[in-house]
């Protein structure tokens, strides 16, 4: 999920196999319009964010099985100006020839590039992309642990001053702010928990202290917009 401040609605993706489009809701959850994205195929999008010049991005990274040897982030230009269909352009990228296959789920956009977070219980990676039209080879930023128990990252967010970070998970989200640069774990790091565990898959920083979240519909449960303080 990402939240567009300016045109104050809700961009929205399915997971791996289902369509590729976005659906942009308003801030009850109510579809508005359904985009789209021609060129581009769902391999495992998992995450969303954006820039200020208004584009979207996509982060087609899922890799459940950890045998994905290439990866995509799709770059679409400025849904709100878009009809039914939208042609994106295409960042691909691979790891390090030094790091084994992951899964990753969750990404931001930050000072040009994109940072992506590994998708594991204890010790989890974080990569950078840079934020150019290209083929590339990530780079390894460092590897972190949460020290806790399911602690697996579905989604990440940045305020748009670029001091908070959230991190979300089934039950939980952490809050991490007083970093310095890319060093988002060096901080001060805050572990906030929810009252009920459910497949929670998309977060967005709305105010200084309040995110919306999104779970996924599973066995009759979730599919639901959330509102949270932190």
């Known amino acids: 999920m990402e939240y567009s401040k300016t045109d104050r609605v809700l961009y929205i ?18 579809l508005r319009h359904t985009i789209e994205v021609s060129n581009a195929k769902n391999e495992d999008w998992e995450d969303l964010t954006s820039d200020e010049a208004g584009n979207l991005y996509i982060g087609d990274f899922g890799n459940n099985n950890k045998e994905r040897e290439k990866f995509s982030i799709y770059k679409v230009p400025n849904p709100a100006n878009a009809e039914n269909s939208v042609v994106a352009e295409r960042i691909s990228f691979t790891l390090p020839k030094e790091m084994k296959s992951e899964d990753f789920e969750s ?5 040009g590039k994109f940072y992506i977070f ?31 128990k ?14 908070t970070v959230v991190l979300l998970n089934h039950e939980k989200l952490w809050k991490l702010t007083d970093f310095k640069g ?17 497949q929670k898959e998309g977060i967005a920083i709305i105010t200084e202290n309040e995110v919306l979240i999104t779970d996924e519909q599973t066995d009759g449960e979730g599919g639901n917009l959330y509102s949270f303080k932190l």
């Open 150 to 163: 399911n602690d697996k990252i579905t989604s990440a967010d940045i305020s748009e001053d670029g001091s």
């Open 118 to 148: 590994s998708k594991e219980d204890k010790k989890g990676t974080m990569i950078s992309v840079e934020n150019r039209i290209d083929e590339q080879v990530a780079k390894k930023i460092g590897d972190f642990n949460l020290k806790g």
């Open 13 to 30: 993706i399915e997971d791996s196999g289902n369509s590729n489009n976005l659906y942009v809701l308003d801030e009850k959850a109510q």
């Open 182 to 198: 890319e060093d988002f774990f060096g901080g001060t790091i805050e572990k906030i928990e929810f009252e009920h565990n459910s």
């Open 107 to 111: 990404f931001f956009l930050y000072n």
